[in-house]
């Protein structure tokens, strides 16, 4: 069974920066795509990035595109997001996903960590 469990959230102000962690136990980490989803209050869970199984295939939201950067170390199990620039409605629990293809949809990923929370002041 994967687990994955998330680390790095907290309050920042607009323009500032976060890098987001989640580790990954229980199967191969290679073998999965991990993806970055988010959810505001009263919002549906929403899509913000991908990585393919190595690391030369990332994917944006239009809406974190040139701020966000996907990366993985799969040395060390574990996938980040970088976050610059951001904005007060990038505010929300930010959730880590795994699954063994590619997809930017909630539904097509089969593993999740428990979220942590990203709160941007204006």
């Known amino acids: 069974q994967v687990q994955l469990v998330e680390s790095g959230g907290g309050l920042v102000q607009a323009g500032g920066s976060l890098r987001l962690s989640c580790g990954f136990s229980?199967?191969?980490?290679?073998?999965?795509?991990m993806g970055w989803f988010r959810q505001a209050p009263g919002k549906e869970r929403e899509f913000v990035s991908r990585i393919s199984w190595t690391t030369d295939n990332t994917y944006y939201a239009d809406s974190v595109k040139g701020r966000f950067t996907i990366s993985r170390d799969n040395a060390k199990n574990t996938v980040y997001l970088q976050m610059n620039s951001l904005k007060p409605e990038d505010t929300g629990v930010y959730y880590c996903a795994a699954n063994r293809y590619l997809g930017i949809r909630a539904g097509d990923y089969d593993y999740w960590g428990h979220g942590t929370q990203v709160t941007v002041s204006s």
């Open positions: 229980g199967r191969t980490f290679i073998n999965y795509v």
